[in-house]
């Protein structure tokens, strides 16, 4: 019964019993003074889960269906598999940086390792997972790429597919078209991992520090009990915050690329003092300053205007509007039907300037651009999101005199760790390339 393998399946008694194969069945919740959840790992008191047949359910992952005092988790463990041949047919070169990251996490997983490869934005980060996924596959593993991101997965899957055109690859997420089967090779999003239980012996992680996935125990819990006993994982991250690398300090192999594909530095942010920019909107004396800076940018590059909130961007897009032609400009948040659309027309060069939110923080590559970040002192603006966005610039191709600028009323911890670990950046690449 292939279908349960490394699967963990919400089930009565009497479904069990129906099942023609051997398995292995847990219960969905373990009852004590408190309840605790085997699919996501909440605790919580009883008063707030019982139902009106003074059963318990979880209210933490119902979104996967309910899983209740009466349920079992069911699942059947992988028999191994045999090495076999594995079709791979990327013909392109790595960089001396990336062969040597590639070949170092290929050797770690071989010597049971754990590794976090922190690579700069724009370094060419998929390619360095090819040489160990290929090695998982061969031997008879099975391997997963999980993303917090549904983009992120709808672009890998291409990519991987072209890569290994033989391995039939699984597009999980919620509501995708595809219906689980057991393969070899899996891409999903992180949530898809509540299915899985000790299925994988390769299970990488992108983006570990994006937003859903950093800070959600449950997350953490399902990801654990996805990976076989003797699995390892893979993460990946351009921006690992140091809470993350602290813990992962002892268990995991972290391996630096500092490096851009081109070789090029990052671009280190210019911080301008912006009284106002808070309320830039309201009158043409406040906006005067924007408008300068932007000007000057526009001479080189199509611009990114990054915003703390959606009424800001809405504000701003509407006054910036005065001052230049309707064609030339746009905004787009993650409420927007036609974020895809506008997000294409701004790659084509169609528009001159793009206000957004956070949403355009990563993942996505524009050719010719400058960014502007308004308020970077803004909560909103974590370390890592400041140095997502500053790594927009200057990703590909040749040399534009891309920029990246931060407007702020306030210096902020996260602020001055941003530049920090951009010029570290800079100067391990510095040293790396005249080794
Ligand atoms: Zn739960």
């Known amino acids: 019964m292939e279908a349960l393998y490394g699967r963990q399946i919400v089930m009565t008694k009497e479904d069990q019993d129906t099942l023609d194969c051997t398995y292995q069945s847990r219960r969905g919740l373990f009852i004590d003074s408190k309840i605790t959840c085997q699919r996501c790992g909440s605790h919580f008191s009883k008063e707030i889960a019982r139902l009106p047949t003074q059963d318990y359910y979880c209210p933490y992952c119902i979104q996967f269906g309910r899983i209740t005092s009466q349920s079992y988790l069911v699942s059947q463990e992988e028999k191994e598999n045999p090495p076999r041949l594995v079709t791979?047919?990327?013909?392109?070169?790595?960089?001396?940086?990336?062969?040597?990251?590639?070949?170092?996490?290929?050797?770690?997983?071989?010597?049971?390792?754990?590794?976090?490869?922190?690579?700069?934005?724009?370094?060419?980060?998929?390619?360095?997972?090819?040489?160990?996924?290929?090695?998982?596959?061969?031997?008879?593993?099975?391997?997963?790429?999980?993303?917090?991101?549904?983009?992120?997965?709808?672009?890998?899957?291409?990519?991987?597919?072209e890569v290994f055109p033989k391995e039939n690859t699984l597009l999980l997420y919620g509501n995708s078209n595809e219906i689980y089967r057991y393969n070899a090779l899996t891409i999903c999003t992180t949530h898809q991992l509540f299915h899985f239980y000790h299925a994988f012996d390769l299970l990488i992680i992108d983006e570990i520090d994006a937003f859903p996935y950093e800070g959600d125990k449950r997350l953490a819990f399902a990801q654990k009990n996805a990976l076989k006993k003797n699995g390892k994982y893979v993460y990946l991250s351009a921006t690992p915050p140091t809470h993350l690398l602290r813990s992962l300090k002892e268990t995991f192999c972290i391996e630096k690329l500092p490096v851009r594909f081109h070789k090029r530095p990052l671009v280190v942010p210019q911080l301008i003092w912006y009284e106002n920019w808070?309320?830039?909107?309201?009158?043409?004396?406040?906006?005067?300053?924007?408008?300068?800076?932007?000007?000057?940018?526009?001479?080189?590059?199509?611009?990114?205007?990054?915003?703390?909130?959606?009424?800001?961007?809405?504000?701003?897009?509407?006054?910036?509007?005065?001052?230049?032609?309707?064609?030339?400009?746009?905004?787009?948040?993650?409420?927007?039907?036609?974020?895809?659309?506008?997000?294409?027309?701004?790659?084509?060069?169609?528009?001159?300037?793009?206000?957004?939110?956070?949403?355009?923080?990563?993942?996505?590559?524009?050719?010719?651009?400058?960014?502007?970040?308004?308020?970077?002192?803004?909560?909103?603006?974590?370390?890592?999101?400041?140095?997502?966005?500053?790594?927009?610039?200057?990703?590909?191709?040749?040399?534009?005199?891309?920029?990246?600028?931060?407007?702020?009323?306030?210096?902020?911890?996260?602020?001055?760790?941003?530049?920090?670990?951009?010029?570290?950046?800079?100067?391990?690449?510095?040293?790396?390339?005249?080794?």
């Open 278 to 435: 808070k309320y830039c909107y309201q009158s043409n004396w406040k906006i005067k300053k924007f408008i300068f800076y932007l000007k000057k940018l526009l001479q080189d590059n199509n611009v990114l205007v990054f915003c703390p909130s959606i009424y800001y961007m809405q504000k701003l897009y509407t006054k910036v509007g005065e001052f230049f032609h309707s064609s030339e400009i746009e905004c787009v948040s993650a409420q927007d039907k036609y974020r895809e659309e506008k997000v294409q027309r701004m790659r084509k060069g169609e528009y001159r300037i793009l206000f957004c939110t956070t949403i355009l923080e990563r993942g996505v590559t524009f050719d010719h651009i400058s960014v502007i970040i308004m308020g970077a002192n803004h909560n909103i603006f974590s370390k890592s999101v400041l140095v997502q966005i500053a790594g927009r610039v200057d990703r590909k191709g040749a040399y534009h005199y891309g920029q990246v600028l931060f407007f702020y009323n306030q210096q902020t911890q996260a602020i001055g760790e941003a530049c920090d670990e951009i010029k570290r950046m800079n100067r391990l690449a510095k040293e790396s390339l005249f080794v």
């Open 88 to 161: 791979f047919t990327w013909q392109e070169m790595l960089t001396p940086a990336q062969q040597e990251v590639s070949c170092n996490v290929l050797s770690n997983f071989q010597q049971h390792k754990h590794s976090l490869i922190w690579a700069v934005t724009g370094s060419g980060k998929t390619e360095m997972i090819f040489a160990v996924l290929r090695y998982c596959l061969q031997n008879g593993g099975r391997a997963a790429i999980a993303s917090p991101r549904i983009d992120v997965c709808r672009e890998l899957y291409p990519r991987i597919n």
